[in-house]
């Protein structure tokens, strides 16, 4: 069975850095991308960031929101994906969730998601 | 960046009806789009990849449809557990970017 489990969250002031993990097993987790995905209360859910495998080069993508302030990362020896984040804004509160992300490698794609940890960026 | 325009926002249904949710790309995305499902305080569940794939153990009644910048999502006889909110999530391109959500609610 796939698990994917998220730590880190918490309160933190606005321009301070928070540092998000993510804990995968049950699959081969060095063959799949890693994807972070989003979401605020009450809003929809939005795409953060992407890793791809090292079969794939392990480079990332992020969205413009977040790109320069965010890093995403991985350890294949520990099955672990990290988003640091950094700079945080107001708006940058919302529930973050890893999600299996094997495009490009086969059709389990987006199909695993983490319960997620909440990110509450406050004065 | 690729817009996703999903419509309608809301709608109200009932026990039964053929249900249909579009989601228009800004631009041309080959079958590149994921359908999801969600309920409150719960994780978007993934229902169809590939634009017409069905995901593993997501009942028949659930289909996609569509290729390029046209795509559809039905249920062809809704059940009490299928009131949700769907989305639509394109991935041809970054940003993956998201429909806005329909969500569907009890007549």
């Known amino acids: 069975e796939v698990q994917l489990e998220e730590s880190g969250g918490g309160l933190v002031q606005p321009g301070r850095s928070l540092s998000l993990c993510c804990t995968a097993?049950?699959?081969?987790?060095?063959?799949?991308?890693m994807s972070w995905f989003r979401q605020a209360p009450g809003k929809g859910p939005e795409w953060v960031a992407f890793v791809r495998s090292k079969h794939y080069g392990g480079a990332a993508e992020y969205a413009a929101s977040v790109k320069g302030r965010f890093t995403v990362s991985r350890d294949d020896s520990k099955s672990i994906t990290c988003l640091e984040m950094n700079s945080l804004k107001s708006e940058d509160t919302a529930v973050y969730h890893c999600v299996r992300d094997g495009r490009g490698y086969n059709f389990e794609y987006l199909d695993s998601w983490g319960r997620g940890t909440l990110v509450t960026v406050s004065s | 960046d690729i817009q996703m325009t999903q419509s309608p926002s809301a709608m109200s249904a009932s026990v039964g009806d053929r249900v249909t949710v579009t989601c228009r790309a800004s631009?041309?995305?080959?079958?590149?789009l994921v359908w999801f499902q969600q309920k409150p305080g719960k994780v978007p569940q993934r229902l169809i990849y590939a634009a017409s794939s069905l995901q593993t153990g997501v009942p028949s009644r659930f289909s996609g449809s569509g290729s390029g910048t046209e795509f559809t999502l039905t249920i062809s006889r809704l059940q009490p557990e299928d009131f949700a909110t769907y989305y639509c999530?394109?991935?041809?391109?970054?940003?993956?970017?998201f429909g806005g959500g329909t969500k569907v609610e009890v007549k």
């Open positions: 097993s049950g699959f081969s987790f060095g063959d799949y991308g």
């Open positions: 999530l394109q991935h041809n391109s970054y940003p993956l970017t």
């Open positions: 631009q041309g995305i080959n079958n590149h």
